[in-house]
């Protein structure tokens, strides 16, 4: 499958070098076509991978990864072009953080409205699927290594995009029975709104390879 990866940082990183080992052809995007970290990162990963800007990874995907920080992921989507994004699943793994005032960072949307929600009104021709935002990049390619079973969350407005979204996560390690759909994009509230408890555990034990554990 052709995906493309939006983001140079760790999280882009992690994700884009996890698809390119399963053996997907991977374009990773930036703001400009020489972003060094890109072409690094290309050059390191074999035939599969290769660099581009925003609209050509865009263009290039079947399946979107946005990777940015929440506060450039808005800008980011829109260089990447509405056209390049049309009829296609946007996986949003990004969190509206506010570090301007330092840290911990807070919510620069929450209670009422999800950064998820604003990715898809913005682009209604796409499929929005929020989904591992609620854990360390390490974890959300490799979940076996925690010895013990745990979940993440998929919100979302298709079935079918949702479907596919299972199925690319059941490739990085995740059982069926630990993927939790909770319904609509709107319910990206309540794991964007999850990101000041993880960061302040984060904090406290300088150790991000943990998880949540739904417990019936």
Same mark, same amino acid.
């Given at each position: ?46 035939? $599969? ?83 591992? $935002? ?22 979302? $407005? ?6 596919k979204v299972k199925s ?49």
């Amino acid at each position: 499958m052709k995906i493309a990866v939006m983001g140079t940082g760790v999280v882009g990183n992690t994700i884009a070098s996890k698809l390119t080992e399963l053996g997907h052809q991977v374009m990773m995007g930036s703001r400009t076509k020489d972003n060094e970290k890109a072409k690094s990162w290309a050059a390191e990963n074999g035939k $599969n991978a290769s660099a581009g800007d925003y609209s050509d990874a865009a263009g290039f995907g079947e399946i979107v990864f946005n990777c940015t920080k929440g506060e450039a992921s808005m800008e980011a989507l829109k260089q990447a072009g509405e056209k390049n994004l049309e009829s296609k699943i946007i996986i949003d793994l990004s969190n509206p953080l506010d570090s301007s005032k330092g840290m911990p960072p807070t919510l620069s949307i929450s209670n009422t409205n999800s950064l998820g929600e604003e990715i898809q009104k913005a682009f209604p021709g796409s499929h929005v699927v929020k989904t591992l $935002n609620t854990l360390w990049c390490g974890l959300m390619v490799n979940p076996r290594m925690l010895k013990d079973s745990h979940n993440i969350f998929m919100s979302g $407005n298709n079935a079918e995009a949702k479907s596919k979204v299972k199925s690319l996560l059941k490739q990085f390690g995740w059982q069926d029975e630990e993927i939790l759909d909770l319904g609509d994009i709107s319910t990206a509230r309540g794991t964007e709104s999850y990101l000041p408890l993880w960061l302040r555990v984060y904090m406290s034990t300088n150790n991000g390879a943990f998880n949540i554990k739904i417990v019936r």
